[in-house]
């Protein structure tokens, strides 16, 4: 959510922003804001105006009792009872004013960073750089289920009588690896400086409608049935979520926290959900961190962020890019984004394995999240970023470690995590 006071002193910026978003349909929101701050600046003044005639009025009926002027003081009364039932209208009015303001900021996007490229959507993301050598093997690689079943580490038909599509067992190797990607992206992270957490796995409505847009929310979140609680699509929301309503020591920033949870996403729509595979379920594991810090420290920490990811994947010995995200591929609360996709050897083509953000004030603005500084108190600046998330970065894994004989070479990084083994044997 951007401040109001943008709106107030620059609207054709606003406006130009949400064309730059390809969403023209948002155009009247800004005159809409205009116009319902208006009314309410004047209703408050109003309101004071009275509250200031009020207490004058209130100050005069002591004297005029003292010289018996009953008839006087009765007018004053009158007046000032009048006064206040309209002081009651007006509070009733701004709140309603209030109510519609906030509906129509909550859904104008933040003001993206000069340095995004313009285009509609995904497609004109834009290639940054390349990291590893992307290599086609002379030999076919498998789909990803089947690989994993040639190794007896997928279970779906299973996972499909107890959960239904979109689900999944992984079993042995497999398994392990899995825990394996996760604790060594965890312990890299702490070596960087990262506060390790686990966080609560649901959270209630209103931090939700704090971290990310309404559209976002109903297209991914599982609602708990009779309570105000929804089930996390990233561990970021409730890390967030963890800060608001709090003002933090300016010499606490910036804060750095790395965090491990389940996953769980509708992922309805469109994109349906693969009946062999793994790379799009309902319920997945990730390695996330977040940053909260001063605002000119934002675009400094989003670039430390990505290249975490990147440190990560290579040392797992898997080629990626950063793509940076078009204006048209950002969520309403992103400033600037960027993808990191893994290299398919399968496929010949890259796929998305993390996403890292910078938001601006825009969640904190939300969630009330400020730091104290010393000419006074602002809201911080957020970031997220993916380290690992499972399953996607299990498929990256084994398509690129993936020989010939049909076993999967471990790196030396994750072999203390694995055991010390060095490969996982066809079966």
């Avoid at 959507?121 to 290599?135: I, P």
């Avoid at 990607?181 to 931090?207: E, K, L, W």
């Avoid at 559209?215 to 609680?229: H, T, V």
């Amino acid at each position: 959510m951007i401040d109001i006071n943008l709106i107030r002193t620059n609207p054709e910026l606003v406006k130009e922003n949400i064309k730059k978003k390809f969403q023209d349909q948002k155009l009247p929101l800004v005159d809409e804001v205009i116009e319902l701050d208006k009314k309410n600046r004047a209703l408050k003044q109003e309101g004071d105006d009275l509250r200031a005639k009020r207490n004058k009025l209130s100050s005069q009926i002591g004297a005029l009792m003292r010289e018996k002027k009953l008839d006087e003081v009765d007018a004053i009364k009158a007046e000032v009872k009048a006064g206040a039932e309209r002081v009651l209208e007006i509070e009733a009015e701004q709140s309603k004013i209030d109510e519609e303001i906030k509906k129509r900021m909550m859904v104008i996007p933040n003001i993206i960073d000069s340095s995004v490229p313009i285009g509609k959507d995904d497609s004109f993301n834009v290639e940054v750089q390349r990291f590893g050598e992307a290599v086609v093997p002379s030999y076919e690689i498998p789909y990803n289920a089947d690989i994993l079943n040639s190794v007896a580490g997928l279970d779906k038909e299973s996972a499909g009588r107890t959960s239904g599509n979109g689900f999944y067992y992984l079993i042995g190797d497999i398994a392990r690896l899995h825990e394996a990607m996760i604790a060594y992206s965890r312990d890299y992270m702490i070596n960087q400086g990262f506060t390790y957490c686990i966080p609560p796995f649901m959270i209630h409505s209103d931090v939700v409608t704090g971290v990310m847009s309404f559209a976002e929310m109903n297209a991914m979140m599982y609602k708990i049935e009779g309570e105000d609680l929804y089930l996390i699509g990233t561990s970021e929301h409730s890390m967030i979520g963890r800060f608001k309503d709090q003002i933090i020591k300016e010499e606490e920033l910036p804060i750095k926290m790395t965090s491990y949870s389940p996953c769980f996403r509708k992922e309805g729509g469109a994109h349906g959900l693969e009946e062999r595979g793994i790379y799009r379920v309902h319920q997945f594991e990730k390695q996330e961190m977040i940053v909260l810090c001063k605002p000119e420290e934002a675009l400094e920490n989003y670039e430390k962020m990505w290249r975490y990811t990147v440190e990560v994947f290579r040392n797992m010995e898997i080629p990626v890019r950063q793509l940076e995200c078009c204006s048209g591929d950002l969520a309403d609360l992103k400033v600037k984004s960027c993808d990191i996709e893994a290299w398919s050897p399968r496929q010949q083509k890259y796929f998305e394995v993390g996403s890292c953000s910078t938001l601006g004030d825009a969640q904190a603005r939300r969630l009330n999240i400020r730091a104290k500084g010393k000419d006074g108190n602002y809201f911080v600046h957020t970031l997220n970023n993916t380290v690992l998330a499972s399953p996607r970065a299990i498929i990256a894994f084994i398509e690129n470690h993936y020989m010939e004989d049909g076993s999967i070479t471990i790196p030396e990084c994750l072999r203390p995590y694995m055991g010390g083994i060095s490969k996982i044997e066809k079966k």
